[in-house]
C-alpha cells in the first residue's frame, strides 16, 4: 500500500479533494493500483527546511546542520514498470472503448469464439479489475449489433462469431519423395 503523506497549512475540503485525486492519479499513471494508495493530510508540525533554507518557524530553529529535511510524498511501492494509462484510469475514454471494441472484434474474428477470461487474456486486461464488467458491456454491444451469438451461462459462457472468420491457411501439404541410397 502507498501512503502519502502530506503535511500542509489548513485546507478546505475541495481543496483536498482536488489534491488528494491528483496525487492519485499520478501514482496510478506510474502503476500503482488504484485502491491501494492513501492519501493523508496533516497539519504542519514545525520548522521547515527547504534546501537548507528556513521555510517557515513556529519554534526556535536547530542549526540547519543538524536538521535533516523529511520528504513531503513517500510512496511505499516498488517501482515498476508504467501500464498503459487507459489501464489504471477509474474511467476509460470512449475512443478508448472503441478501441478495445475493434481489437475485440479482431480478435473474435480470428479465433472464431472466445470466453470472457480469453478475451482478457489476448486483450492484455488480466491485471484490470475493471476488464470483466466492461468486456461483459462490450460483448453486449456485439451482441445487440447481431455480430455475435452468446452461448452458455456463468464461467461456461462462450461469445461466437457470427460472421466469417479468418481461420489462419492451412499448413502446405507435406510431399514425401525417396531417398536415393548409394548403393543404387
Known sequence: ????IIETPSLTSDQKTRIGERVITALQNEGV???SVVVVFQPERGDMYLDGLLVQAQAPALAPAQITPAPKVTPTVPAAEPAPAFKT?????????ENMKDKLMKTLQDKGS??????QVALDLKDCDWAPATLRRLFTDLEEAKLIIKNGQKRGTRYVWKGVVNAPPPPPAVKLVKAENEEG
Do not use: W
Not at 500500500?1 to 502519502?4: E, P, S
Not at 484510469?89 to 472503448?97: I, V, Y
Open 89 to 97: 484510469k477509474a474511467r476509460r475514454s470512449k475512443p478508448e472503448l
Open 114 to 119: 472466445l470466453s470472457s477470461f480469453e478475451a
Open 1 to 4: 500500500m502507498a501512503i502519502v
Open 33 to 35: 493500483a488504484p485502491g
